[in-house]
């Protein structure tokens, strides 16, 4: 363990979109507990074009994230290549380096199953669940205990309006996708996680999608649900569809069900690739008020989530917001730090992950139950 208050020396595997506008940025912004010492993408222009905004030496530029992690230097890890991340993880744990993980975690609980035992009961893991550590979110958390906790949620509705990667980005100007990945490379990591997916939910391509979505953008909601109330402990209604007949690839997706207390929670994922912008709306109702929490594009640093207190005053009804510019990304990056220094338990670990992904494998059951879709892998079970 790194000695609580030193700088951690952090490698960082995958410099796509979420890495240049957010991870990168952040780690030397909080120069003062992280310093950026390896690089690694498939790309040889981009860890070049990296490397250098942010320091790096050559030596520590990689275009093998594997070679990265066995070469050390470094006292952790940030991984945000693209697919699963359970191979990179376990290599990771195996060379005693604790791991920030972009979320999906994994594609198959037979990789979180030997995840937590590399980890060996130990804080080794977080998953990059940023909305966790949303100034917002906390102040909910906090608001609800008061309350007196998960037992009072009556109902918890979520809506997000997934507008498309373009409107999200136009303040970003990031260059083109490179051109120079090699393609029996791109070929080998499509390969592979074809295969985890054939291993999690089968062959069935609307599975495929249904749990790629889930995996990949529904569980931050997931996340809040467990945080709040705990994982949902049945999936009742399962439905997706088009935007059109001709629409976009990815349907727009609804969830629900029962939650442990007996609460009730719905979940609407409308794909929106022209809404004009993001927005996610996650609302927990009790008996006499409601905690109202509105997401903006996670891309815009230091924008604030909105939490609206709905109660009664007066004989009235009373609208209580709160606002906060702290960045939830970056009170991620020092839980992260707190974790590697210290031994504090992140927010969500191994464990929590993979209960994030046996709700999607659950979810993706009830949709075969509900379609008669040929449901297959880890899921079938």
Known sequence: MTEPGKRIRIAVAGLGIIARTVHLPLLQRRGDLFETVALADLSPTRVAELGERYGVEPARRYTDAARMVTDGGCDAVLLATSGSHGELAALALRAGLPVLCEKPLAY???ETDRLTDLAGGGTALMVGYMKQYDPAVAEAARLLAELGGAERVHA????????????????ANLP???SDVPAEEAARFTAADRALLDAAVGADPGARTLYQILI???SHDLSLLRLFTGAPATVEQVATWPLAPA????????ISGRLPGGARYGIRWLNLPDYPAYRETVTLHHASGSLELVFPSPYLLNAPTTLTVVDEHGGGERRATFRSVTEAFEQELVAFHAMVTG???PLTGIAEGAADVRTSQQVVRRYGELTGAAIGGEAAS
């Open 156 to 171: 918890v509705e979520v809506t997000v309006l997934h507008a498309g990667g373009d409107r999200q980005l136009r303040f």
């Open 216 to 218: 990949n953008s529904i």
């Open 176 to 178: 083109p996708a490179p």
């Open 343 to 345: 031994g504090a338990a």
């Open 247 to 254: 629409g976009p690839a990815e349907p727009s997706v609804e």
């Open 108 to 110: 198959t609980l037979a």
